[in-house]
């Protein structure tokens, strides 16, 4: 599993890629962590409360836009860095009306521990989200 961090205009755009869909999206989440802050802690100060994140959505990369737009929404609202993200991702029942569906959790590192920039939003610029031969790859662009 990884992710890195790709120069993109005035934008930042993380790339990730991992033997599956739960872990993939857990590394974006990763990944915008990294594009906000250049040195996220490798031990968390116990001020680091944990919160849940839950979504659904038609598509995977809808899925992946309102994960990541629900991390930046708790950022905006707890004033914290979502670090430390583990999710599961499933399809939805039959009886559903969401395709997808995510569930996890993620540590809110306080902004005030850290040195921040914003990440302003996510966007569907060049997204996407694809099988590949060793698991699953995501790409997405970030406004900053």
């Not at 990763?30 to 040195?39: E, H, P, R, V």
């Not at 968390?44 to 919160?51: N, S």
């Not at 670090?83 to 959790?105: C, F, M, P, Q």
Request: charged content about 25%; hydrophobic content about 45%; proline content about 4%.
């Amino acid at each position: 599993m990884s992710f890195t961090l790709r120069e993109h205009t005035a934008d930042v755009a993380v790339e990730a890629n991992a033997p599956d869909l739960s872990a993939l999206f857990g590394e974006v989440g990763n990944g915008l962590a990294a594009a906000s802050c250049d040195d996220v802690p490798d031990t968390l100060p116990d001020t680091a409360e944990p919160f849940e994140v839950d979504v659904a959505a038609e598509s995977l990369q809808a899925l992946l836009f309102d994960y990541l737009d629900q991390l930046i929404y708790e950022r905006d609202v707890r004033s914290v860095l979502p670090v430390e993200n583990r999710v599961t991702v499933a399809r939805g029942d039959a009886d559903a009306t969401a395709e997808w569906h995510l569930s996890g959790t993620a540590r809110g590192l306080p902004l005030a521990d850290v040195d921040a920039r914003e990440v302003k939003a996510v966007t569907y610029s060049e997204m996407r989200v694809e099988e590949t031969d060793d698991g699953w790859t995501a790409y997405v662009v970030l406004d900053v």
